[in-house]
């Protein structure tokens, strides 16, 4: 009896509403506290005295007088690294025009807090308080991470107004919106749309002590796979250096600033769990120099998160298919050379890459019968019934109902059922490679004939 009642005490602690009454939400560190942890801080500040070339790119850019985009933030990173007054005074003056956005906002008046006159910190404060009277709608992650920045940086000037703000921001906007909704097909963030979303997971957990992946476990377990796959194999060459494209709609050329951001995201990813193996992999794939950013808009964010101390693995020793059913994701790559094809399929937009070019794939159901050979995997997009031919293991057909079953019947063996996942693929895998023909159709007694898509890949 004693050790039921011992283990239901013990459940009662781990229920998330006595959690939620555990949880502070005040802030009671020192500044600089967003990113910028004591552990990072020494980090850049020795990346400075070895005089990396992560440090030699940003400093070249920050005394030569580049157009920073991000100006503010590039500066107070400089500030904070060097301790040199010169570099406060610009990011100060930068925040000070009007149309300075809240992150800024806040990076400024939180790292160049000891340089900021009582004028200019009444002025900042001011401004930041003001920003957080409103809360911006709950699928805007770009400004939920605004509001959670600021609120952070006022933390100890405004305790009550903060503690408010990041109470909201956690158990209700977080927690009662964005986390039920993350890895579904509405709200699965790839690329530089990521970053956002990563500033806030090493916000929180800095400052708070609340690790907010606890409320997606799945989901954060295979982000580092996802971002990975949802890259085009074949790197882009610009004029400062060479960038991984995440998937993007195409017919255009790539935004190199969302290409940026999508490295940064990564990167900020392996320093939030360095430990994990998933982020040694993301490691392996991120930190080759080749991909080092060295342009006025990403070398701030290179230089802040990249850490090239740490181990990588091989990321040629993961799986060339991810597939996630609840958010109808699916990528599948040949191999893991830079002139592998590619196929994407996220948020109901099919794509192949083959030679360097985006195509769109058409999925409806008026779309022409198609089977694509990926090396690794089968694609197949036709009417049902089905009666199609494969040498792999993998094979997904696209196209149908969503969360709907199908009926699939390989050559010499029992017919199965299949669910299609919420973006109407069907995953049928078999144990090993083989060459078998499949029948896939809605009815075990079909009445019509088959769509015939015999595809032979040898």
Not at 17 to 42: M, N
């Given at each position: 009896?004693?050790?039921?009642?011992?283990?239901?005490?013990?459940?009662?602690?781990?229920s998330?509403?006595?959690?939620?009454?555990?949880?502070?939400?005040?802030v009671?560190?020192?500044?600089?506290?967003?990113?910028?942890?004591?552990?990072r801080?020494?980090?850049?500040?020795?990346?400075?005295?070895?005089?990396?070339?992560?440090w030699?790119?940003?400093?070249?850019?920050?005394?030569?007088?580049?157009?920073?985009?991000?100006?503010?933030?590039?500066?107070?990173?400089?500030?904070?690294?060097?301790?040199?007054?010169?570099?406060?005074?610009?990011?100060?003056?930068?925040?000070s025009?009007?149309?300075?956005?809240?992150?800024?906002?806040?990076?400024?008046?939180?790292?160049?807090?000891?340089?900021?006159?009582?004028?200019?910190?009444?002025?900042?404060?001011?401004?930041?308080?003001?920003a957080?009277?409103?809360?911006?709608?709950?699928?805007?992650?770009?400004?939920?991470?605004?509001?959670?920045?600021?609120?952070?940086?006022?933390?100890?000037?405004d305790?009550?107004?903060?503690?408010?703000?990041?109470?909201?921001?956690?158990?209700?906007?977080?927690?009662?919106?964005?986390?039920?909704?993350?890895?579904?097909?509405?709200?699965?963030?790839?690329?530089?749309?990521?970053?956002?979303?990563?500033?806030?997971?090493?916000?929180?957990?800095?400052?708070?002590?609340?690790?907010?992946r606890?409320?997606?476990?799945?989901?954060?377990?295979?982000?580092?796979?996802?971002?990975?796959?949802?890259?085009?194999?074949?790197?882009?060459?610009?004029?400062?250096?060479?960038?991984?494209?995440?998937?993007?709609p195409?017919?255009?050329?790539?935004?190199?600033?969302?290409?940026?951001?999508?490295?940064?995201?990564?990167?900020?990813?392996?320093?939030?769990?360095?430990?994990?193996?998933?982020?040694?992999?993301?490691?392996?794939?991120?930190?080759?120099?080749?991909?080092?950013?060295?342009?006025?808009?990403?070398?701030?964010y290179?230089?802040l998160?990249?850490?090239?101390?740490q181990?990588?693995?091989?990321?040629?020793?993961?799986?060339?298919?991810?597939?996630?059913?609840?958010?109808?994701?699916?990528?599948?790559?040949?191999?893991?050379?830079?002139?592998?094809?590619?196929?994407?399929?996220?948020?109901?937009?099919?794509?192949?890459?083959?030679?360097?070019?985006?195509?769109?794939?058409?999925?409806?159901?008026?779309?022409?019968?198609?089977?694509?050979?990926?090396?690794?995997?089968?694609?197949?997009?036709?009417?049902?019934?089905?009666?199609a031919?494969?040498?792999?293991?993998?094979?997904?057909?696209?196209?149908?109902?969503?969360?709907?079953?199908?009926?699939?019947?390989?050559?010499?063996?029992?017919?199965?059922?299949?669910?299609?996942?919420?973006?109407?693929?069907?995953?049928?895998?078999?144990?090993?490679?083989?060459?078998?023909?499949v029948?896939?159709?809605?009815?075990?007694?079909?009445?019509?004939?088959?769509?015939?898509?015999?595809?032979?890949?040898?």
């Amino acid at each position: 009896m004693r050790r039921l009642a011992a283990l239901g005490f013990f459940c009662f602690l781990c229920s998330p509403a006595f959690a939620a009454d555990e949880e502070s939400f005040h802030v009671y560190s020192d500044h600089p506290r967003l990113f910028l942890t004591e552990q990072r801080l020494r980090l850049l500040r020795r990346e400075r005295q070895r005089q990396s070339m992560r440090w030699e790119q940003l400093n070249r850019l920050m005394s030569g007088g580049a157009a920073m985009p991000q100006a503010a933030f590039a500066w107070a990173l400089d500030y904070e690294v060097t301790q040199n007054r010169a570099a406060a005074e610009k990011a100060i003056a930068a925040a000070s025009a009007p149309n300075t956005g809240l992150r800024s906002l806040a990076l400024v008046f939180d790292w160049c807090q000891d340089a900021l006159t009582p004028a200019q910190r009444t002025q900042l404060e001011t401004r930041l308080r003001n920003a957080l009277a409103t809360p911006p709608p709950s699928s805007d992650l770009p400004a939920w991470r605004d509001r959670i920045l600021a609120a952070i940086a006022i933390g100890t000037e405004d305790s009550g107004l903060a503690a408010k703000v990041l109470r909201d921001a956690v158990t209700q906007w977080w927690r009662g919106h964005y986390a039920p909704a993350l890895g579904t097909d509405a709200e699965t963030p790839v690329g530089g749309a990521l970053y956002p979303l990563l500033e806030i997971l090493h916000a929180v957990r800095d400052n708070l002590s609340i690790d907010l992946r606890l409320d997606r476990p799945a989901w954060f377990d295979n982000l580092a796979a996802l971002h990975i796959a949802s890259h085009y194999p074949a790197p882009y060459p610009a004029a400062e250096n060479e960038y991984r494209i995440p998937m993007y709609p195409g017919g255009r050329e790539p935004d190199l600033d969302a290409a940026a951001l999508s490295r940064a995201a990564g990167l900020s990813l392996v320093a939030f769990d360095n430990n994990a193996t998933s982020s040694q992999y993301l490691q392996g794939w991120l930190i080759m120099d080749r991909y080092m950013l060295r342009g006025p808009f990403g070398a701030p964010y290179e230089f802040l998160w990249a850490n090239p101390y740490q181990p990588g693995l091989s990321y040629m020793h993961l799986p060339l298919v991810f597939h996630d059913p609840k958010a109808g994701t699916l990528f599948v790559r040949g191999s893991w050379e830079d002139d592998s094809p590619w196929f994407g399929l996220l948020h109901g937009r099919a794509q192949l890459f083959t030679n360097g070019a985006i195509t769109a794939l058409e999925t409806g159901p008026a779309a022409p019968p198609a089977v694509y050979d990926l090396g690794s995997a089968t694609i197949i997009r036709a009417p049902l019934p089905i009666h199609a031919a494969t040498n792999y293991a993998n094979v997904f057909v696209i196209g149908l109902r969503p969360t709907t079953d199908y009926l699939v019947e390989p050559d010499g063996e029992e017919m199965r059922e299949a669910l299609t996942d919420s973006g109407g693929t069907l995953d049928v895998r078999f144990p090993r490679p083989r060459r078998t023909r499949v029948l896939i159709h809605e009815s075990p007694f079909p009445t019509e004939p088959s769509q015939d898509l015999a595809h032979d890949s040898r």
